[in-house]
């Protein structure tokens, strides 16, 4: 069966019966198509209002639109779960959803990769390396990224396919060549590229964030701009904590499982557990931007409740990384910046 984020092991048609699981599903299909939703939303609603679009707005962004069509697919696991395992829409899509599966977990870590790698520039080098941290340039990295992606699930595009049930029925699986030899390669190819080494690169990149912190005698840029920094850099990390603790669990029983022939009921339940955490991520980064931005909490007020024509936008600075705009009462005189405040070029930090 597949090792993929998507596809659920056949081991037990009492999981598959049981109404738990669909339960849980449902609401973090729900949750999380809501959360994601509203970060695209106030991005979005943002541009529009001609803010400047920032470096981190661009990463959320995609974070957000990953999530959100991983999210759009649960429908049909659900389905699946609910139906005894079985599968009824085809080869195709069968072959479609398996792969966006993939594919959604694959680029929500090389993100969060370069991510950490943007705000290792940031912290560490805010002036030397500024051209190089441009809307532009992450754009780009965000096509890099697809592209990679892509031909890192070529092997699940080659393999998914429908696999015959009991009674005629069909399931939506991985159908590797060799069953022992074959699953045991792609178990390691899965965890090395989709966790163990952006793991490793994003652990190496904090810990010289942090080293370089500690250790920096270097000219410090002005005060609004390491707050600003700062802020954002711990919603990066809250946001790679919370990947790689949902998914930890998960990787962890496909290593063990390579070694167990007949799986307990504990590790089953163990197994769908692990599962559940991983799909839960997908709905948890619009509660962190929430919980650590004061700005994207005030960019969304701004995006539900219309400005009023009374009202002009007045620049101000911001605490994760984008222009922040104070709504000053026409005729009202707005109070002159302060003498700290940063240049043009450096408030995308």
Same mark, same amino acid.
């Given at each position: 069966m597949s090792c993929s984020r998507g596809s659920l092991?056949?081991?037990?048609?009492?999981? !598959?019966?049981?109404?738990? /699981?669909?339960?849980i599903y449902g609401i973090i299909c729900f949750l999380g198509i809501i959360g994601n939703c509203i970060v695209l939303y106030t991005i979005m609603k943002k541009n529009k209002c001609h803010a400047k679009q920032t470096v981190p707005d661009i990463f959320i962004l995609n974070l957000s639109i990953v999530d959100l069509l991983f999210l759009l697919g649960m429908p049909f696991l659900i389905h699946q779960l609910l139906g005894n395992g079985s599968w009824h829409f085809g080869g195709p899509m069968c072959t479609v959803i398996t792969a966006l599966d993939s594919n959604s977990q694959i680029v929500s870590t090389y993100i969060l990769t370069a991510m950490a790698l943007d705000r290792y520039l940031a912290t560490v080098h805010p002036i030397r390396f500024d051209y190089i941290r441009t809307p532009c340039v992450a754009a780009l990295v965000i096509v890099m990224v697809w592209c990679l992606s892509f031909f890192t699930i070529i092997p699940v595009l080659m393999y998914a396919g429908l696999m015959p049930l009991p009674d005629g029925l069909v399931a939506c699986a991985l159908l590797l060549p060799d069953p022992v030899t074959s699953t045991y390669w792609f178990t390691l190819y899965q965890f090395l590229l989709?966790?163990?080494?952006? /793991?490793?690169?994003?652990?190496?990149? !904090?810990?010289?964030?942090?080293?370089?912190?500690?250790?920096?005698v270097a000219p410090l840029p002005p005060r609004s701009l390491r707050v600003r920094t700062r802020k954002v850099t711990r919603m990066a990390v809250a946001i790679c904590l919370a990947f790689f603790v949902c998914w930890a669990p998960y990787y962890t029983l496909q290593l063990v499982h390579l070694g167990v022939q007949k799986p307990s009921i504990a590790f089953n339940y163990a197994y769908n557990v692990a599962i559940s955490m991983g799909y839960a991520n997908s709905c948890i980064n619009p509660f962190i931007y929430?919980? /650590?931005?004061?700005?994207?909490?005030r960019q969304f007020l701004r995006a539900v409740h219309p400005i009023n024509r009374k009202f002009r936008v007045n620049p101000s600075k911001t605490d994760a990384g984008s222009v922040s705009m104070q709504m000053v009462p026409e005729g009202v005189r707005p109070e002159p910046a302060p003498r700290d405040m940063i240049p043009s070029n450096l408030v995308s930090q």
């Open positions: 092991r056949v081991v037990n048609g009492a999981l !598959y019966s049981s109404a738990i /699981l669909p339960v989709a966790f163990a080494m952006p /793991l490793a690169i994003i652990c190496l990149v !904090y810990f010289k964030i942090l080293q370089n912190m500690s250790t920096s929430i919980t /650590l931005s004061d700005t994207f909490k």
